[in-house]
């Protein structure tokens, strides 16, 4: 079976983070959910 890169919730966390700082740093309210290939939701932060 082949197998392929996916993102865990480590990286799932700092993609959050990252979003959230730059949303805070130009003053958006905002949501972030980060997702895998599936569409899935990984990581969702407020």
């Known amino acids: 079976m082949k197998?392929?890169?996916?993102?865990?919730?480590?990286?799932?966390?700092?993609?959050?983070?990252?979003?959230?700082?730059e949303?805070?740093?130009n003053g958006w309210?905002?949501?972030v959910a980060a997702c895998d290939?599936?569409?899935n939701v990984t990581c969702r932060a407020r």
């Open 29 to 31: 309210k905002e949501s």
């Open 3 to 21: 197998t392929k890169p996916a993102l865990e919730l480590s990286d799932a966390r700092r993609i959050a983070a990252a979003a959230q700082q």
């Open 37 to 39: 290939d599936g569409g």
């Open 23 to 25: 949303a805070l740093e």
